[in-house]
């Protein structure tokens, strides 16, 4: 059992970081201000090779596993955690389903753009009356001949005002329930699909959150991922995948915090020394490396088993709880070690615990994730290694 990273991860998390320190660091503040959604920086991570770098290199990817996507996700969340969620949203959700589930044809068709950042993605599937009970979406999607028309309204949806290429979760069968959701791919400037108003938010203000709205969307039965009535079954698998990138999201976020919160510890002075000196701060700090340590090998572990192609929800599920919340209580420490100035824009602490919060809530809650994981050891039992 061997926790080191390899070269090849070392490398990643090495080349994301020069890159974050240059291209985004500097201007995380002004971003959060205006809300600004910095298109440009993505498409130069996808020119770098980071928005496919688990995808499989015939389509323009990496090649390289679980763990070194959800690397990418953390190195980037460290610096800003709006482009951090930008990509894990772009990789794991849209382009992750479409590698997944979709056709051959669908994969080469979309994929290469995806991969390269010359598309972004964005995964439908939260409605303005189903979050957590996803199976209550009212959004349908009606066959008519060689078509399906897509009608009703999706919220929350990451990259859903700026993205190209939508993957949209619809009832094709009521009947059925669950077994009557599909999924279809839709592209943007398709007649009648279109953006509700402008979701503000309070954090991760960088990152483009959308409702979408679809009046008639006409699309091509092709565009069909899978068989009909398989889209809630995907929908499991994408989001299980997509909780090991929530967790580094979240790793991310709190080793920023926890990396302000030791500089600034060493440099403010306090009852005439550092109050690094003090043994209240230091607890807080070894509490905290504690905990985003502890985060770190329940995503490694998460990570490790999905890539071995054993089942992995219950792990994903623990990596996202506890890294979550790992991430809310880390920042909300951070803050507390910098007293007034904490609470102030002019140190970023302030800003990692407003987009902290996020973690907590999507792609399954917290208390999803007790659920998830409750179930799991009542069905299987517990034995730990």
Request: proline fraction near 2%; charged fraction near 25%; aromatic fraction near 8%.
């Amino acid at each position: 059992m061997n926790f080191e990273l390899d070269e090849e991860h070392r490398q990643i998390r090495e080349t994301v970081a020069n890159f974050a320190e240059g291209e985004i660091k500097p201007h995380s503040a002004q971003w959060d201000r205006t809300e600004h959604f910095p298109r440009e920086v993505i498409e130069k991570i996808g020119e770098l090779g980071f928005l496919g770098v688990s995808f499989p290199e015939r389509f323009g990817g990496g090649g390289a596993d679980s763990l070194a996507q959800a690397l990418v996700v953390e190195t980037l969340s460290r610096y800003d955690a709006s482009v951090g969620l930008t990509c894990a949203a772009h990789m794991s959700l849209s382009s992750g389903h479409i590698a997944n589930f979709a056709s051959d044809q669908h994969r080469e068709r979309y994929l290469p753009a995806m991969i390269a950042g010359r598309k972004l993605g964005a995964w439908c599937l939260t409605e303005p009356g189903s979050g957590s009970d996803a199976a209550a979406m009212r959004t349908r999607a009606v066959r008519e001949g060689d078509r399906y028309a897509i009608s009703g309204s999706k919220m929350f949806i990451t990259n859903g005002s700026v993205a190209d290429v939508y993957v949209v979760m619809a009832v094709t069968d009521g009947a059925k329930g669950k077994g009557g959701i599909s999924a279809f791919i839709v592209e943007r400037g398709t007649p009648g699909l279109s953006n509700g108003r402008k979701i503000e938010k309070l954090g991760l203000r960088a990152s483009d959150t959308a409702e979408v709205r679809f009046d008639n969307v006409a699309v091509p039965a092709g565009n069909l991922i899978g068989k009909a009535g398989e889209g809630y079954a995907q929908t499991l698998k994408i989001l299980e995948g997509g909780r090991i990138g929530i967790a580094g999201f979240a790793i991310g976020i709190a080793r920023g915090a926890f990396e302000d919160a030791v500089a600034y510890a060493r440099e403010r002075k306090q009852f005439g020394r550092a109050i690094a000196d003090l043994q209240a701060i230091q607890w807080m700090l070894a509490d905290m490396a504690t905990r985003i340590e502890a985060s770190w090998m329940l995503l490694y572990r998460a990570a490790s088993t999905k890539d071995q192609g054993k089942p992995f929800g219950r792990q994903a599920a623990m990596a996202k709880l506890y890294a979550s919340e790992t991430a809310m209580w880390t920042t909300i420490k951070a803050v507390q070690i910098h007293g007034g100035y904490g609470y102030v824009t002019d140190f970023p602490v302030e800003r990692y615990m407003r987009d902290a919060k996020l973690a907590e809530i999507g792609e399954g809650t917290s208390e999803v994730q007790r659920m998830i994981i409750a179930k799991s050891l009542l069905k299987e039992g517990y034995l730990a290694g």
